[in-house]
Nanobody, 127 residues
């Protein structure tokens, strides 16, 4: 059974940094697009970042562009989200997602594109 397990969330002050990790099991991430989404209370789940299997193509949501960096280590079956200059508006549950495929332009950004999801890790940014 495919599992995506996120970790690294927590409480941080505005301006601080966090690094989220997502470890995949029973899934070969080298043949998948990997992405991060987030969902704040009473809001829809929104796209944060995506990366292709080579890690050379990335895409970011407008609200995080220039502050967040997505990366992956296929050998470790792990995807990362480095979050810098955090704002209270970044507070949300962050979800890792995987979509089978090697090539797409642009990278998939829609929730319905992704087949596998983790349970999420909570990030809280205090002002």
């Amino acid at each position: 059974q495919v599992q995506l397990t996120e970790s690294g969330g927590g409480l941080v002050q505005a301006g601080g940094s966090l690094r989220l990790s997502c470890v995949a099991s029973e899934l070969a991430i080298e043949s998948h697009f990997m992405a991060w989404f987030r969902q704040a209370p009473e809001k829809e789940r929104e796209f944060v970042a995506a990366v292709d299997w080579t890690a050379t193509k990335t895409d970011y949501g407008d609200s995080v562009k220039g502050r967040f960096t997505i990366s992956r280590d296929n050998a470790k079956q792990t995807v990362y989200l480095q979050m810098d200059s955090l704002k209270p508006s970044d507070s949300a549950v962050y979800f890792c997602a995987a979509k089978w495929g090697l090539w797409s332009s642009p990278l998939p950004r829609d929730i319905t594109d992704y087949e596998h999801w983790g349970r999420g890790t909570r990030v809280t940014v205090s002002s």
